[in-house]
């Protein structure tokens, strides 16, 4: 089984400071994880992913996030806040098969807040 | 969400009737998913596809049915709406599963907000 818990489900930062939005997951397996953002009224939108490469992806829009085995943990950050990253993000695990009936687990969901 | 629409965008409806919601797509992807997204439950799956008419349950399936009768058209049906399927409903598409690196990588259409009175 596989499940994913986002830790915060709100996030307030001042813009131009760093964000972090903090992600853990459980898997039997080697998991993929993925990170996604839905602006408001919107579709959901990939921002990374990890898939047993480089521990620390690049995405888009100055976002990145590490892998930790260790801890278990596939935290999102970005060193200086923009307006515009205020947004709902998701954190996925994947397996390719079990967990969900398409082997996909979603968070819940974290709210983050741009303070200007 | 090039790509991939969802139609209605919007709708209003009354308890016990039905609604059809479509999703259309011109990726040629095999795999497409039917989401449901309430506030405190992230998004919750409901059904989804991985070929023509081939089709499988999800997490909250009870009270929906789906059909794929062509690659680009995946259908969520209520057959009986009820209040608690008041929600915002997402479709996705993928164009493959499994470890590699494409693999699992949903591309969403911009939701279909239905409301049941």
């Known amino acids: 089984a596989q499940s994913v818990t986002q830790l915060d489900s709100h996030v307030s930062v001042s813009e131009g400071t760093p964000v972090l939005l903090r992600c853990n997951y459980s898997s039997s397996y080697s998991p993929s994880l993925f990170w996604y953002v839905q602006h408001p009224n919107k579709g959901l939108q990939l921002l990374l992913k990890y898939t047993s490469a480089a521990t620390l992806v690049k995405g888009i829009n100055g976002f990145e996030a590490e892998f930790k085995k260790s801890e278990t943990s596939f935290h999102l950050t970005k060193p200086s806040a923009h307006m515009s990253d205020a947004a709902e993000y998701f954190c996925?695990?994947?397996?390719?098969?079990?967990?969900?009936?398409?082997?996909?687990?979603f968070g819940k969901g974290t709210h983050l807040i741009i303070q200007p | 969400d090039a790509g991939i629409t969802q139609s209605p965008r919007h709708k209003v409806t009354e308890t016990g009737t039905p609604v059809t919601l479509r999703c259309h797509q011109t990726e040629n992807h095999r795999y497409m998913y039917w989401y449901r997204q309430d506030p405190g439950h992230g998004l919750r799956l409901i059904h989804y596809?991985?070929?023509?008419?081939?089709?499988d349950k999800g997490e909250v399936s009870d009270g929906y049915s789906v059909s794929r009768s062509k690659t680009e058209d995946f259908l969520l049906t209520l057959e009986s709406a009820t209040s608690s399927q008041t929600s915002v409903y997402f479709c996705?598409?993928?164009?493959?599963?499994?470890?590699?690196?494409?693999?699992?990588?949903?591309?969403f259409g911009a939701g279909s907000r239905l409301t049941v009175l």
């Open positions: 996705a598409i993928s164009e493959s599963k499994g470890q590699s690196s494409g693999a699992n990588v949903l591309t």
């Open positions: 596809s991985y070929g023509v008419k081939d089709t």
């Open positions: 996925v695990v994947s397996v390719g098969s079990g967990g969900g009936a398409d082997g996909l687990t």
